[in-house]
């Protein structure tokens, strides 16, 4: 999956595309048809952490781990909560 993601921060957008792993979206939403829910999930967890602007503008969803370890197990608990 390749998902495409605008944030606006005020007057500010910043534009992201993000890989989704089939795995990945298996894993960590088992029940969806897309990776859309997971996505927003991921992207809420990083804008709590950092501003859109220091967010990578193109990645694998996997590489938040390499630099929130404990993202995972989060945006799990977000999404079965």
Known sequence: WLCLVRVREGAFATEHRVTV???DLARMDPAAADPERLVRA???YLLERE???SILRS???PVIGR???GWEADVRDRLEG
């Open 21 to 23: 792993p089939a795995g």
């Open 67 to 69: 630099y929130f370890p």
């Open 42 to 44: 991921a992207f809420a």
């Open 59 to 61: 990645f694998d969803l």
């Open 51 to 53: 501003p859109a602007n």
